[in-house]
Structure formats: structure tokens, C-alpha cells
């Protein structure tokens, strides 16, 4: 299916602005053009209260932003944002979680992990884990009462959301209700079919994930580290119920799916969605009326998750 006509009018405007593509780019001007793109997801909803918290992690500092759309939200949802592990920050997805927020009443905390090149792999990982663990330990102070917790990204967001399901599993929690990974990377191989496929050299393209990989780590023999890409975990069992939504025209297309097939043969209830005539990025575009389907999925699931886990617990 060809993309839809509102994306092609999008990715129309944006040559117009005659930008140069991201892999000529350094990671400033990357930054820089990222955050112009952000401005336009328009207005945010207004919380019920905003916090602003720096934790510490293994060797570094963390900030974090809890966004509570409610008095008492029925979860909290990590979320990590996207950008390729080099651009992006809280600031940037504030709107769009915020609409997450309101729409989900769940209490969502931006993690604003380090970046790459100053801060190689695996630095996100480190610092997306000692978030995990903090709101874990935090929950009845964010939502006033236990509720599920959920860890969700895009892209690179997606990425560490994914592994940090894994962590969770492997070092003792916290309790993850939910995966929501959206287009993630979960893979370096950058020969899949979906990277070659001309259609989808479009917002992301292969050049543009070399460029992300060089920055976050380098040495090309450690990219199949599990932290890395999660896709070359040994064993997925036992995770979280997952939600995987990928975009047909995106290079990251065919190892995002190919997740969602490792984890589901891993007897890990997985739905997977794929976006037909969609491109890398569409959740978070606003603006773009695949973002609405793909918060329809998200939220759908979300509210599951939370009927789902207090059907579980034992009556009081």
C-alpha cells in the first residue's frame, strides 16, 4: 500500500524546508531539527500535577518527568522516547505524553536518559533501568495506590523498553504489567529486506540508522549484546504481554515484527499491529491520522492491562 496522502503531504512541506539529510548531519544540527519537528504536536492537555525528579544511576544522573493526569490514575507508564539514542528529550515528547496521559489516565514518567555520542552504550540502558527501578519503588507515591505498572517507547524508546522488560525479568523486578513497543529497534541488521526496500528510505532511512549506531556503539561486535538489541536474547519467556506496533514503509519494519514472532513462540502474549500505508514515526506525528489509530491501539491495551491486573488480585 502506498503512503497516505497526509504523509505525503508532510514529507512534501519538508523538503521544502531544503534540510539536509540526518546522516550529513552532527549530532547538534540533528538535535536542532529534531526539536523543530517536535514543535509542531500543538498543544498539551494540562495535568493534574507535573513533578520534576533527578535520581541517580550507576554512573550518572537521571531526570525524570511525572506527568498525572488524574487525582488517582489507574497506572503508571514509563516511557522512553525516541530519537536514536542520540537526539530527543523530554521536552520534545511532553505533548505527546501528555495526550497519552490524559487518554489512558495512567501517570506517565518521561525518562531523560544520556545521550550518545557523549554517552556510548550503554549509558540509555543503565539509566532507563535505574528510572525502572525508581518508579517501581515509587508507585504508590505517584498514583496514591498500587497499580500496574507499564514500560513503553518509540523507536530507540522502544528498544530500551524492550530490554528493560528483560531486565526486569532477570534481576528481580519490578513487576512489568505491559510492553507497549512502537516501531521499535530490536536488531543491527541492516540488511533486512524492509532496510533495501527504496519505499521506505522516507523520514528514517538505512543511512540514517548507520549513522545512529555508529554514535551509540561503535565497536559493531557488540551489537548483538541482548542490551543492544534485544532480538538476540536467548530466552524471551516469562516476559510481560506485549503490544508491537509496526509501520509498513519503515526500515525498522521487519526486525520490530520479527520480535513480536520471537517473543509470541516464547508463549508471551503478544499483539502485533502493523500500520499499512504508515511510516517511521507516525505515532508521535500528531498530526497525521495514523498517530490517532495508533493511539486507539495503545490505550485500548493499556485499559486491558489495568482491568486485566485487578482481576488478578485477590479480593481484600
Not at 521536552?91 to 525518562?111: G, I, N
Amino acid at each position: 500500500m502506498a503512503l497516505d496522502t497526509a504523509t505525503i503531504r508532510f514529507l512534501e512541506q519538508l523538503a521544502e524546508g531544503h534540510a539536509k539529510p540526518l546522516h550529513q548531519c552532527t549530532p547538534v544540527e540533528a538535535r536542532a531539527a529534531f526539536s523543530k519537528l517536535a514543535e509542531l504536536a500543538g498543544p498539551a492537555p494540562a495535568m493534574e500535577r507535573v513533578e520534576e525528579r533527578t535520581i541517580e544511576g550507576p554512573d550518572g544522573q537521571a531526570k525524570l518527568r511525572i506527568l498525572v493526569p488524574i487525582q488517582n490514575p489507574r497506572g503508571v507508564l514509563v516511557y522512553y522516547h525516541g530519537g536514536g539514542w542520540v537526539i530527543g528529550s523530554i521536552d520534545e515528547y511532553d505533548t505527546v505524553e501528555r495526550k497519552l496521559a490524559e487518554r489512558t489516565s495512567c501517570a506517565v514518567v518521561l525518562v531523560e536518559y544520556r545521550l550518545a555520542p557523549e554517552h556510548r552504550y550503554p549509558a540509555a540502558v543503565d539509566d532507563s533501568f535505574a528510572a525502572l527501578k525508581w518508579v517501581g519503588n515509587h508507585l504508590t507515591d505517584i498514583a496514591g495506590q498500587e497499580v500496574p505498572l507499564i514500560v513503553a517507547g518509540d523507536s530507540a524508546g522502544g528498544n530500551l523498553a524492550a530490554v528493560m522488560a528483560i531486565r526486569a525479568r532477570d534481576h528481580g523486578g519490578p513487576t512489568i504489567a505491559l510492553q507497549v513497543l512502537i516501531y521499535p529497534v530490536t536488531d543491527a541488521d541492516l540488511d533486512r529486506p524492509s532496510y533495501t526496500d527504496p519505499e521506505n528510505d522516507l523520514l528514517l532511512t538505512r543511512d540514517g540508522m548507520i549513522w545512529f549506531w555508529d554514535h551509540y556503539l561503535p565497536e559493531s561486535s557488540r551489537r548483538t549484546e541482548p542490551d543492544a538489541s534485544p532480538l538476540h536474547a536467548k530466552d524471551l519467556s516469562g516476559l510481560p504481554p506485549a503490544i508491537v506496533l509496526t509501520a509498513e514503509h519503515d526500515v525498522l519494519r521487519d526486525e520490530g515484527e520479527a520480535y513480536a514472532v520471537r517473543l509470541q513462540e516464547a508463549n508471551v502474549p503478544t499483539d502485533l499491529q502493523r500500520y499499512a500505508g504508515q511510516m517511521h514515526g507516525f505515532f508521535t506525528l500528531l498530526m497525521l491520522p495514523g498517530s490517532e489509530l495508533g493511539f486507539q491501539q495503545v490505550v485500548k491495551a493499556v485499559k486491558a492491562c489495568i482491568v486485566r491486573t485487578r482481576k488478578a488480585q485477590p479480593a481484600q
